[in-house]
């Protein structure tokens, strides 16, 4: 198995190696990981081995001009995946250039698997063609995996994969080390909203729902992440309790944030699904989302979650009755090794290949 992502920053990178991981806790299976040369995974504190490293972009005219040598890339790419001699090759998270790796995964005759996080552009997200090309590597994989039911429909919908081809599985919680239970610092209960400051995440919504509160001594909350400055930030940051930290955050501090919360938030106007739902279920946070798209399937079975309606009265009764929980009341605790999860999601996709015609 050969996991590739090829993302500088992000969760993407995270997922292919955390799925590498799960290749390689299956029996009889050599997992072996791709990503580029520049992601910021491999300058952590304890990289990940890496066979495959690859030279991608940094601009968009970085990303133009090593389209232009294409051809090229796509030879001395097939040169190296052959000395690899990978059966299957998975796109763990779809992105500009993975084309080119296509072209040169089919000169040595292995099975493509995309998986698929998002089957709509967000309102906010960079990159217009990144959609369209995602839909020409589904057409010409081998098989499709979707992380939703509502990702599956809207693919379906878009006749972009036929049912044969297409597998729905769960995105599994991401492994973090060093996570105390929530609540056991003792102080005031501690919210966290992390991810890209976009307006689909809701962030209107939570800001209102923070005004609704009825208390602002029993709780604190950090806005992380990195987006536009708008008004919805404004209002945050004029809030008490609240503090608004508009930057990027580094792949070595994401544990260490999640580490902070008691309750990581959710408040999403739409979602495919989500990578940050998972982490904190799998860290074991409480979590507080709302009922749309792919975050209901995620959420609605998951003890330590919560799911409100998608608008700032619902979201501040949840919001409420959290904060006014007892203070002596169970603690979720961090749930069961994640690993477990990967491993389980490598094997669903292996067992689906393997049993599927090569295209």
């Known amino acids: 198995m050969l996991v590739w992502q090829w993302g500088r920053r992000g969760g993407a990178p995270r997922f292919a190696v955390e799925l590498a991981t799960g290749f390689r806790m299956l029996r009889d299976t050599e997992a072996l990981l791709s990503l580029s ?3 910021e995974i491999l300058r952590g504190r304890d990289p990940p081995h890496c066979d495959l490293p690859v030279e991608t972009y940094q601009s968009l005219p970085g990303y133009l001009w090593r389209l232009m040598q294409a051809p090229w890339i796509v030879h001395e790419l097939a040169r190296r995946i052959a000395a ?8 763990a998270h779809p992105g500009p250039f993975d084309l080119v790796m296509l072209a040169a995964l089919r000169r040595n005759r292995a099975r493509v698997v995309a998986v698929v996080h998002d089957a709509d552009a967000h309102p ?5 063609m990144r959609l369209w090309l995602q839909r020409k590597l589904i057409r010409r994989a081998d098989a499709v995996v979707a992380l939703s039911d509502h990702v599956a429909a809207r693919l379906r919908e878009q006749e972009a994969v036929d049912s044969g081809r297409l597998v729905i599985l ?6 973090f080390d060093d996570m105390p239970p929530p609540r056991a610092h003792g102080g005031p209960l501690r919210l966290l909203f992390f991810g890209r400051l976009l307006a689909y995440k809701g962030l209107d919504l939570l800001a209102e729902a923070i005004a609704q509160l009825r208390t602002t001594n029993a709780w604190e909350l950090r806005v992380v992440g990195s987006g536009p400055e708008a008004p919805e930030l404004d209002k945050l940051r004029a809030t008490t ?23 990581v938030l959710l408040p999403y106007r739409e979602a495919s699904q989500s990578g940050v739902g998972p982490a904190a279920i799998g860290a074991g946070r409480f979590v507080i989302g709302t009922k749309v798209g792919g975050l209901i399937e995620q959420l609605q079975h998951e003890p330590q979650a919560t799911l409100s309606e998608p608008d ?5 009764v949840a919001l409420s009755n959290t904060i006014d929980a007892p203070r002596d009341a169970p603690a979720c605790g961090v749930s069961a090794d994640p690993r477990h999860a990967w491993r389980d999601m490598a094997k669903e996709i292996l067992d689906h290949v393997l049993y599927q015609a090569p295209k």
């Open 37 to 39: 040369s520049s992601a």
């Open 84 to 91: 690899l001699r990978p059966d299957i090759a998975i796109a």
């Open 124 to 128: 906010g997200d960079g990159m217009p």
């Open 170 to 175: 769960s995105h599994p919680p991401f492994t």
């Open 241 to 263: 309790g609240v503090t608004v930290e508009n930057r990027w955050v580094p792949e070595d501090e994401i544990g260490k944030l999640i580490a902070w919360a008691d309750v």
């Open 312 to 316: 700032a009265a619902s979201f501040a």
